[in-house]
């Protein structure tokens, strides 16, 4: 399983922050949301307006912790109609970074078993038809990838996070290349898409990062108490079918698409050289005897 670096020494320090009761009101508030979002589960099998309705149930959970919005681009793939299958990958933080995503159009996900017990989002990552991963049993892999072409090829947008574990967004992790080759067996396009987390002054923050071994209650606390958070969302261009030969040559050019959107340096990896033992020269011979 991919591990990252990243811990509570990499939490910016002095991020502004409001009263706590106005922080308890906004996990009340996200809560109702979900709640409201789960009394209303059969609406959303109603095909007419449904992903409208699921688009402000995460807009809504989104507003309940002040989180503002700031979308760069993409008004093709925000206006395009249903039923184009595409892999959607972006560069992973936080467990907000799947509400933020499907606040813009909703879609499945590709994400980690444990999910699906979480409080608050654990209801409505399940209602949207996610296909979990068990990252205990790599047996189950193949599996998997087969499940995710299949729904890539019949349509679905499916979110992926590649880096497969959360980093604290001032450092980022390489993308795996697994999920990369149902995008080629499925013959859909890859859309990336580069998440950033700032405060109204423009500073970057890390607070909202998901990382180390904290709780999913303390990382929800920890974003209650921030004050002017806003969430920068690039939208790439999609990587056509066909661009790319192997899954790893794709892997690339989405990493570094979401790179190129933040501004970001990733140093290629480079391949190791095969080293030769240098033989001595051999003595040249003497010029025969006249």
Same mark, same amino acid.
Request: aromatic share 4%; glycine share 10%.
């Given at each position: ?18 009263? !706590? ?13 979900? !709640? ?56 992973? #933080? ?20 444990? #999910? ?9 990552? @399940? @209602?949207?038809?996610?296909? !979990? ?41 390489? !993308? ?19 998440? @950033? ?23 929800? @606390? ?16 999609? #990587? ?7 899954? &790893? ?22 391949? &190791?050289? &095969?080293?030769? &033992? ?13």
């Amino acid at each position: 399983m991919p591990a990252s670096p990243c811990g509570d020494g990499c939490l910016t320090e002095g991020d502004p922050v409001v009263a !706590f009761p106005r922080r308890a009101l906004r996990v009340t508030a996200a809560i109702l949301v979900v !709640f409201a979002a789960l009394a209303s589960a059969p609406l959303l099998l109603v095909s007419w307006g449904r992903e409208r309705r699921i688009r402000l149930i995460f807009r809504g959970v989104l507003r309940a912790f002040g989180v503002r919005l700031d979308i760069r681009g993409g008004e093709d793939f925000l206006t395009a109609p249903a039923g184009r299958g595409a892999l959607v990958v972006n560069n992973h #933080i936080s467990w907000l970074d799947i509400v933020a995503i499907n606040a813009l159009r909703p879609m499945r996900a590709l994400a980690k078993k444990e #999910i699906a017990g979480w409080p608050v989002l654990g209801g409505l990552v @399940r @209602r949207g038809g996610s296909i !979990f991963l068990d990252r205990e049993r790599l047996t189950t892999l193949p599996a998997t990838m087969a499940s995710l072409a299949d729904a890539l090829r019949t349509g679905s947008l499916v979110s992926v996070t590649p880096e497969g574990t959360t980093w604290c967004g001032l450092a980022s992790g390489r !993308f795996t290349t697994a999920t990369f080759q149902a995008a080629i067996d499925g013959g859909v396009p890859v859309r990336p898409i580069a998440l @950033r987390y700032r405060l109204a002054d423009g500073r970057e923050t890390s607070r909202p990062a998901f990382i180390g071994p904290e709780s999913l209650i303390a990382s929800l @606390r920890r974003v209650s108490a921030l004050r002017g958070l806003v969430l920068e969302i690039h939208v790439c261009q999609e #990587i056509a079918p066909g661009r790319a030969e192997t899954r &790893r040559e794709l892997a690339g050019l989405a990493e570094a698409a979401v790179h190129s959107a933040l501004g970001t340096v990733q140093i290629p990896a480079q391949p &190791r050289r &095969r080293t030769t &033992r240098r033989l001595p020269a051999a003595p040249l011979a003497s010029p025969p005897a006249k």
